[in-house]
């Protein structure tokens, strides 16, 4: 008899297991009013990855409440139930205490939706999954260090989530500034022990063979415009265009691939074998008096 377990053959089983099922990614959009998070939702539904059927690229009316996009992409095959979730601003009032909380109770309450299909004696072949995969959190383009605000936010979420911090409107910043506030932004999240989405990596590599290092400073648009007979999404100024998917212009693309080409498994895996978990230890851990 042979020892042969056969443990190489899983990776294989995942891929047929991924091409059946398909895969469900739902992102959370979180962060203050007026950072274009809406926008930025817009600009992936309308990138390559994403893109949506022609007459459904309306834009989305300004948000007032938690609001669900979906949409279905299939590639080779592979289909993938992509949501995104965007959140109200916060942060426009005098009193900003506690402006987390109603985001962690829409996190936590999706553990909870998936937790109580899994503990039914009938249960789903397949439980639907509404539980957030990653949060993009969108900081304020100050060029200055983490706002007390964004610091307390933050420390709240990465207990609960995968959290993605980008800097807000990037085109704001000059190249060197937006390196300066990277650097300044990677000391806060260390000094505050915040733990951001990707852990280890503090440069995701590109496949430029560039190094971008986190966090992504990012540009969105609704705007179509010509460059050399191609139709891309950007930001026109007096002084030039930023274009959303030029990777030397800003890190958009970087973000988009590292979602939903790179670390899409893996943010699925860790919110289902970390965060879950912990959300249902302590849920099953209560003893009720
Ligand atoms: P939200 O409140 O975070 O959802 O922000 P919106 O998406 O509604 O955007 C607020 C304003 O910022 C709008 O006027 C957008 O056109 C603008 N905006 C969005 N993204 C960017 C960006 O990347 N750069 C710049 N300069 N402006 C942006
Ligand atoms: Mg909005």
Known sequence: ASAYVG???LQEQTRVRALRRGYTFNLLVV???????????????KSPVARRKEGQEEPLPSTTQVKKVETTVCEGGVKLNLTITDTPGFGDHINNANCWEPIVSYIEEQYGRYLTEEQKVYRLLR???????????????????????????????????????????????????????K?????????????????????????????????FAVVGS????????????????????????????NDFACLRDMLIRTHMQDLIDSTSDYHYENFRRTKLSVVPN
């Open 183 to 215: 650097e300044r932004i990677r000391a806060d999240l260390h000094d505050h022990g915040i733990k951001s989405y990707p852990l280890e990596d503090t440069a995701v590599h590109d496949d430029a063979k560039m190094k971008v290092r986190l966090p």
């Open 7 to 9: 443990i190489d053959t």
């Open 127 to 181: 439980i639907p999954d509404s539980r957030v995969h990653c949060c993009l959190y969108f900081i304020p383009p100050s060029g200055h260090s983490l706002s007390s605000l964004d610091v307390e936010v933050l420390q709240r979420l990465d207990k609960v989530t995968n959290v993605v911090p980008v800097i807000a409107k990037a085109d704001t910043l000059t190249l060197e500034e937006r390196e300066a506030f």
């Open 222 to 249: 609704n705007q179509w415009h010509e460059v050399h007979g191609r139709k891309v999404l950007g930001r026109r100024s007096t002084w030039g265009l930023v274009e959303v998917e030029n990777k030397a212009h």
């Open 31 to 45: 962060g203050r009013s007026g950072l274009g998070k809406s926008t930025l939702i817009n600009t992936l539904f």
